[in-house]
């Protein structure tokens, strides 16, 4: 059963930056359309970015031109480089491909003080 690992997040203050990653442990998530989502503290689990097997991205409004989602094959990780960090970035992230509707990782916790 090929599974996501979150890792990267941490303490930063506003303005600063962060590299999520995101690894998979099969072949085939290189192929795969994945996405970031974050959940604010309580709040819903929203989508932030995605990338297609072909390396397309898509942003959503409150992250676009600060956020880059990116992939390495070779390693077969996702990454979400954040910067200009606001503190409403705040939350868990996740990732996994979008099709794994039943499907979340332990993600990672980003804080960002103001």
């Known amino acids: 059963q090929v599974q996501v690992v979150e890792s990267g997040g941490g303490l930063v203050q506003s303005g600063g930056s962060l590299r999520l990653s995101c690894a998979a442990s099969?072949?085939?998530?290189?192929?795969?359309?994945v996405a970031w989502y974050r959940q604010a503290p309580g709040k819903q689990r929203d989508l932030v970015a995605t990338?297609?097997?072909?390396?397309?991205?898509n942003y959503s409004d409150s992250v676009k031109g600060r956020f880059t989602i990116s992939r390495s094959v070779a390693k077969n990780t996702v990454y979400l480089q954040m910067s200009s960090l606001k503190p409403e970035d705040t939350g868990v992230y996740y990732c996994?491909?979008?099709?794994?509707?039943?499907?979340w990782g332990k993600g990672t916790l980003v804080t960002v003080s103001s």
């Open positions: 996994k491909p979008p099709s794994w509707v039943n499907y």
């Open positions: 990338i297609t097997g072909s390396s397309n991205a």
């Open positions: 099969g072949s085939i998530f290189s192929m795969m359309t």
